[in-house]
């Protein structure tokens, strides 16, 4: 049950996005009747539509404590996704602008060649940045992987994206933990906690983005051969 406050909060994000998609050029309905709804979504009704030809955006809204069943809307996705044109977005209150697009984003190929990047960092004894830049690649990494699975969660704040990978299996129990330890480290150095390297936690997190970063590339290019 919604509380007042996750209502005022909730009512807040829809007038936000209405606003900024507005700016956008889309026309946006507000949590609008399932007549109006583009194409049949069974029994769920959206928080905001957003159509801008050829397509548009269906958005649905969270508060913080609302409980998120990525399953049930993940398969909201793949329906939206067989309308060309138009995607499914989760959104929560404390949601980042992310583009809504994979052509916004660094492809594979972009992330590998970053990674050679940190490498050299660390290897020419600048770690500092290498921690700050390599957690970068993993955010970005978990966005673009939201986004091929058909999981609407690319928007989410960071902890939450890896909170819901690891769930649904995309990162182990040993991959999840080295991410969590690097992530203090990493806000630590961020917010000028005078957090001390841990070099080898640098290493291990260096090596679960790389394997990340490497098999979902690996898949695209098996993918793409069998579609030739």
Known sequence: ????SNH?????KLQELKARYERDGYEVLVEPQKGVVPFDLGNYIPDLVASKPPGGLIIE??????RTSIERYQSIAHIVQQH???RFLLVTVDDLNAPASLREMADWDELVAKLGVTRSLIDTGNSEPAVLYLWSIFEAAMRRLAITTT???ERLPATKLMNQLFTVGYLSIDDFTTA???LIMRN????GFGTPLDDPLLESFLR???SLVQERKKERTETERLDE
């Open 84 to 86: 060309p044109g138009w």
């Open 61 to 66: 809204v969270k508060t913080a404590n609302a």
């Open 151 to 153: 999981m609407p969660i």
């Open 188 to 191: 630590g150095i961020t917010h």
């Open 180 to 182: 969590k330890k690097f």
């Open 208 to 210: 679960v983005v790389s």
């Open 1 to 4: 049950m919604m509380t007042q």
């Open 8 to 12: 005022t909060e909730h009512d807040a």
